[in-house]
């Protein structure tokens, strides 16, 4: 009677022997698995890390290329430069033009021009003659004796007439300075730091990419892009002049 308790005590330390291991096996496997976790987490953040660091390289490579002086004369020999004039029968009664069409400036009291569709009489702008429906366009405006201005292209159809905001959403794309800021005038509009002050404005304007590009081309730098744009129908030149104080703008014209 005594053995077979002996052995019933054996065989249930042997039991509880193999519980144990088998549980030292479990909690093994448990921290081996937790292990290749950790790993696993470790390797998609330094993944994550990486892809952030190439992305912030390259940014910082296409902000420093297109930094580069002189950048904008390389892009010119890209793009087909225009004999721009401007186009009277769109001008706001406020603007002037000089008899060869290549000047802007304020007059008060403001003309008495024939109405027509094409004229704004609402936003104190005019339009070059210019219609690009394709291609790479490139133009110069002067802008050393203005104080207050905007720059860039539209749609043919946009709005003359109401308050319109000079957006994407509206069909333009446009630099602008006031009050000593330049800014681009997306929705809501982009804060813009120079290096130094454009006397001339470079417009590229790259119809199949669908962006718009300013350069200063006083030191060839980078001034804003949009890009990837929703473009349709003809794009047109524009010109803005804020006030009386805005002094004047003037296209560069093409030898």
């Known amino acids: 009677m005594k053995q077979e308790k002996d052995k019933i005590a054996q065989e249930k330390d042997k039991t509880t022997q193999e519980k144990d291991k088998i549980a030292q096996e479990k909690y093994k496997i448990k921290q081996e698995k937790d292990k290749i976790a950790q790993e696993k987490d470790k390797i998609a953040q330094e993944k994550e890390q990486l892809k952030k660091e190439m992305e912030r390289k390259k940014d910082q490579f296409k902000s420093s290329w297109r930094d580069i002086p002189l950048y904008a004369d390389w892009r010119k020999e890209e793009f087909q430069t225009v004999n721009l004039t401007l186009d009277a029968a769109t001008a706001h009664p406020a603007l002037f033009l000089s008899e060869e069409g290549r000047r802007i400036t304020w007059q008060e009291p403001c003309q008495d021009l024939p109405s027509s569709p094409e004229r704004f009489v609402s936003l104190p702008c005019v339009l070059g003659q210019l219609h690009v429906n394709s291609g790479r366009h490139f133009?110069?405006?002067?802008?050393?004796?203005?104080?207050?201005?905007?720059?860039?292209?539209?749609?043919n159809n946009v709005a003359r007439e109401g308050r319109v905001p000079v957006s994407p959403q509206n069909g333009f794309w446009a630099i602008r300075l006031y009050n000593g800021e330049y800014w681009g005038l997306t929705s809501p509009e982009t804060s813009l730091t120079l290096k130094e002050k454009p006397l001339?404005?470079?417009?590229?304007?790259?119809?199949?990419?669908?962006?718009?590009?300013?350069?200063?081309?006083?030191?060839?730098?980078?001034?804003?892009?949009?890009?990837?744009?929703?473009?349709?129908?003809?794009?047109r030149p524009l010109f803005r002049l804020w006030s009386s104080d805005s002094g004047l703008l003037t296209i560069v014209q093409v030898e």
Not at 139 to 155: F, I, K, P, T
Not at 208 to 235: C, P, W
């Open 139 to 155: 133009w110069e405006v002067e802008v050393q004796n203005a104080h207050s201005w905007d720059l860039g292209v539209c749609r």
């Open 200 to 235: 001339r404005v470079g417009v590229f304007l790259d119809y199949e990419a669908r962006d718009v590009s300013f350069y200063n081309m006083t030191d060839g730098s980078h001034i804003y892009t949009f890009s990837k744009q929703t473009f349709y129908g003809g794009l």
